[in-house]
């Protein structure tokens, strides 16, 4: 990149300038007019995400690249879709950016958002521009379900199995490693690469959609409840029993950790990482025992049966060895904004 024009900031080229720029991350019969038109097949059901994220609370210099802030961005977004059903269409990205930002910058991070999104043939299809004193990012994703096969949070039902599709824990402890890179010590550099890049390069679970329906194909239509863990498996459980009106066990033993944990990590740290940490992007699921077991079995490795659903309103912790005492899962301990 010309050393010059890498030195651009937003205030030299102006609203016009900066737009002009990132279209060329969009396809050119989309954008133009003031909104995107997007066709969606027949029977099917537009699907519709926001998600907000702010310089110094979502992201920073200290741990996330321009390009890894971007591809973070994106899958958080397809994440909420595939927690939905749906398989994406489009996105739409709103900018808030001080004026002495460089242009540089923001091309990267457009750059790491189009690195993201042609995994799964998802294109930028507008946005807007304003300024702020403050680096905010707001993308709003567009995606489409079949009706019948929309996941919905309120449709757990008692006896339900709790599939989680893959490993907890990983991103909190990529993010630990990058603030304190005196940790770890027992791993060695591969080890820590992964947990970082599980980090920085979440990887949202669309692949997992064409799997369940698969299992499902010879069932009558059924509700599925489920929902992403971006924050944290404790909040998805709870907002899943929240919805539906129900309770669950967790089973400590059956969470899905990654294998380095064992070598560096206290067993109650590695399950409050797992538990609470936070941007693992997997899918948490409740679906009848028999299917669950066959979709685990189609996802692999990581994929695990946590848990079950269960009467009452409360979701707890258990230990199937009873080396720890039963525990009542709550939100205090997770991320919240405001509160901190």
């Known amino acids: ?26 396809p050119p019969e ?23 994220l702010v310089d110094g609370v979502h992201f920073s210099n200290i741990t996330t690249s321009p390009e890894d802030a971007g ?53 930028i299809v507008g946005g807007d521009v304003v300024r702020s004193p403050v680096t905010t990012l707001a993308i709003t994703a567009f995606g489409q379900v079949n009706p019948s096969q929309i996941i919905r949070r309120s449709a757990a039902v008692v006896g339900d199995a709790i599939v989680v599709t893959g490993v907890h824990g990983a991103s909190h402890a990529g993010l630990e490693l990058l603030l304190h890179p005196e940790l770890g010590q027992n791993l060695n550099n591969k080890e820590k690469t992964a947990l970082i890049r599980a980090h920085q390069r979440p990887q949202p ?16 239509p059924m509700p599925i409840a489920g929902m992403d863990s971006s924050d944290g498996l404790a909040d998805a459980m709870i907002q899943i029993c929240r919805a539906s009106g129900v309770g669950a066990v967790l089973e400590r033993g059956r969470i899905s950790l990654p294998t380095t944990f064992d070598r560096w990590l206290a067993p109650n740290q590695a399950l409050k990482y797992a538990l609470y ?21 189609h996802l692999g490795e990581g994929a695990a049966i946590a848990g079950r659903i269960t009467a009452g309103s409360t979701v707890i912790l258990h230990d199937e060895q009873k080396k720890f005492p039963d525990q009542v899962l709550n939100l205090s301990q997770g991320f919240q904004h405001f509160s901190q």
């Not at 679970?205 to 009558?220: F, G």
């Not at 941007?279 to 025992?289: G, M, S, T």
């Open 205 to 220: 679970r669309l692949d997992v959609l064409p799997i369940l329906w698969k299992i499902l194909a010879s069932q009558c």
């Open 277 to 297: 940490g936070g941007e693992d992007f997997e899918l948490v699921l409740c679906l009848p025992q028999e299917l669950a077991s066959a979709l685990v079995q």
């Open 30 to 52: 989309i954008i133009g007019d003031d909104a995107a038109v997007l066709e969606t097949a027949p029977g099917q059901s537009l699907v519709v995400t926001t998600d907000v």
């Open 71 to 123: 591809w973070r961005a994106a899958a958080a977004n397809l994440s909420d879709l595939a927690a939905m059903g749906a398989s994406p269409l489009g996105i739409t990205v709103g900018l808030g950016l001080p004026g002495e930002l460089r242009v540089s910058w923001i091309e990267r991070l457009y750059q790491g958002m189009t690195e993201c999104l042609q995994k799964y043939n998802t294109q």
């Open 1 to 26: 990149m010309n050393s010059d024009l890498s030195s651009q900031q937003v205030k030299d080229i102006g609203e016009q300038g900066l737009l002009e720029r990132l279209q060329r991350f969009c």
